[in-house]
Structures are given as C-alpha cells and as structure tokens.
C-alpha cells in the first residue's frame, strides 16, 4: 500500500528562531574567518563549531510525515526516523503540549525543534516538531513522541485505522 503523506508545515516560532539562529551563527562564522585571517588559531573553532551546528541542523529539518500500515517516518534530508505502529499505544491531538517543554537534547528550533524534551504532563518525550499548535502525541510504553502534521486530525484519523487493522489498542 502506498504511504499516506503528511507535510509538516513551520509554524511562526519555527520561522523566527530558524532566521535569528541561522544569523547567530553566520556571524559567528564571519568572525572566526576574520580572526583566522589575523593568525588567531581559536578562530578556527569559531568557524567549525557553528558550520557544524548549521549543517547538522539543516541535515535534521523535518520535512514531513509518512503512515503507512506498519510504520510512521519522519521524513528528513535524505534519511527517515522510524517509528513502529506495533507497540503505539494510542495517538491523539494536542495542540501546544510542547510549551513549557524543558530541552534535554537536541534541537531548540533551528529548522525543527528535535530531540528529547521533558514537561510535566508528557514527562520524557522525542519531538519531531515544526509546529506546536498542530501537535500529535504518540505514546509508546517508555516514551512519548510528538509530530506536527498539516492535518492532525486525518493523521489521527488514519493511524487509528492501522491500529485496528493490527488488532492493537487505541
């Protein structure tokens, strides 16, 4: 069967901490390239560490969602993170779950806000989040994810279906 698509739109949050983040570190970068042209070895740091930071930010950007019978992926540049159907314990909508959310590890909204997140109605949880006012919340038995589909309520919709086709809990 042919994998249902969902784009994961940016949500205005999304959009200003991507440009002011982006501009944080191209400055950055544009003073370590000034201070290795003056001799000052720290300078390559300064240049490394924040393309590093870009480039894994940009290659981490969520670009969408795909349902299929067995899985969800979490599309990205060129690689996808799976996410069984096979223990999903349910799927619902929540819209701005992540606010307040405590970042453990991971990506604070330099073209996505990925990672590992803590808050006291989720606990631990994995974000793969563009936009929060769109939340979807996938609760495994260790660890909740969320995602931010364009359509939560179809996403919802559909992975429920899979769900009952595998014989599993809502």
């Not at 349910?90 to 590992?116: C, H, I, P, W, Y």
């Amino acid at each position: 069967m042919t994998p249902i698509e969902f784009n994961a739109p940016w949500g205005s949050a999304l959009k200003t901490t991507s440009i002011f983040g982006t501009a944080i570190l191209v400055i950055l970068i544009a003073i370590g390239i000034d201070q290795v042209d003056t001799g000052r070895t720290w300078g390559v740091f300064l240049v490394a560490l924040p393309a590093i930071v870009l480039l894994l930010s940009i290659a981490c950007v969520v670009r969408g969602y795909s349902l299929t019978e067995r899985e969800i992926l979490v599309n990205r540049l060129g690689w996808s993170t799976h996410l069984s159907l096979s223990n999903l314990q349910s799927v619902e909508g929540k819209a701005d779950v992540t606010k307040s959310a405590l970042r453990l590890f991971g990506n604070a909204g330099v073209f996505s806000f990925t990672g590992f997140y803590w808050n006291r109605e989720l606990r631990l949880f994995r974000a793969f989040v563009t936009d929060p006012s769109r939340a979807v919340v996938l609760r495994y038995p260790k660890i909740a994810v969320v995602i931010t589909p364009h359509d939560p309520q179809q996403f919802i919709m559909r992975a429920r279906t899979y769900l009952k086709t595998l014989n599993l809990p809502l």
